[in-house]
T-cell receptor, first 116, second 114 residues
Framework: NAGVTQTPKFQVLKTGQSMTLQCAQD?????MYWYRQDPGMGLRLIYY???????DKGEVPNGYNVSRLNKREFSLRLESAAPSQTSVYFC???????????????FGEGSRLTVL | AQSVTQPDIHITVSEGASLELRCNYS??????LFWYVQSPGQGLQLLLK??????LVQGIKGFEAEFKRSQSSFNLRKPSVHWSDAAEYFC????????????FGTGTKLQVIP
């Protein structure tokens, strides 16, 4: 049972470099999410995709872009990394939409990003 | 907009002692409430959830939580803590229907001493 898989697990970037975090889920979920976790701030939503073909901004979208490549995959891109983007990034998914949505989020193990 | 407050940043308990982690939420309608646990270097795992019905909900690993609408609270409890319960715990509130916007609290880090 792979669940939600994120790559890479660790990455060090220099200011101004770009990179893409990959996320894939094998649970046939409709909705996918990217969160960042910073000490003392809990998890904050960066972007989400309620269903294949749609993406929307969350609380802290500045400096990020996303692509919902297909139903399984949702990537997060940093075009020009900044030290303020040093964080742990989590991808999550759930069924999404309507009465069948229990709301439970399934998380990947996280990607630790350091921007120097 | 909804919000979640976890007033305790860090809690230390002795193994075998009881535990209560506090959570207060703000949301205009009936909330969906969750508790997640995060072990070091891991993602978050759902402990339990409340949508409706019985206000005392049971979860995994012997945890329970009670929804108190009058106090806007959803506190997590465990009668006897084990060393393996040391982790960070997050309370979260979700909106109902359609896309579920889930807002997390800032977390409570639990330390268990022998």
């Amino acid at each position: 049972n792979a669940g939600v898989t994120q790559t890479p697990k660790f990455q060090v970037l220099k200011t101004g470099q770009s990179m893409t975090l990959q996320c894939a889920q094998d649970m046939n979920h409709n909705s996918m999410y990217w969160y960042r976790q910073d000490p003392g701030m809990g998890l904050r939503l960066i972007y989400y995709s309620a269903s294949e073909g749609t993406t929307d901004k969350g609380e802290v979208p500045n400096g990020y872009n996303v692509s919902r490549l297909n139903k399984r995959e949702f990537s997060l891109r940093l075009e020009s990394a900044a030290p303020s983007q040093t964080s742990v990034y989590f991808c999550a998914s759930n069924m999404g939409g309507g009465l069948v949505n229990t709301g439970e989020l399934f998380f990947g193990e996280g990607s630790r990003l350091t921007v120097l | 907009a909804q919000s979640v407050t976890q007033p305790d940043i860090h809690i230390t308990v002795s193994e075998g002692a009881s535990l209560e982690l506090r959570c207060n939420y703000s949301y205009g309608a009936t909330p969906y409430l969750f508790w997640y646990v995060q072990s070091p270097g891991q993602g978050l795992q759902l402990l339990l959830k409340y949508f409706s019905g019985d206000t005392l909900v049971q979860g995994i690993k012997g945890f329970e939580a009670e929804f108190k609408r009058s106090q806007s609270s959803f506190n997590l409890r465990k009668p006897s803590v084990h060393w393996s319960d040391a982790a960070e715990y997050f309370c979260a509130v979700g909106t109902s229907g359609g896309y579920q916007k889930v807002t997390f609290g800032t977390g409570t880090k639990l330390q268990v001493i022998p």
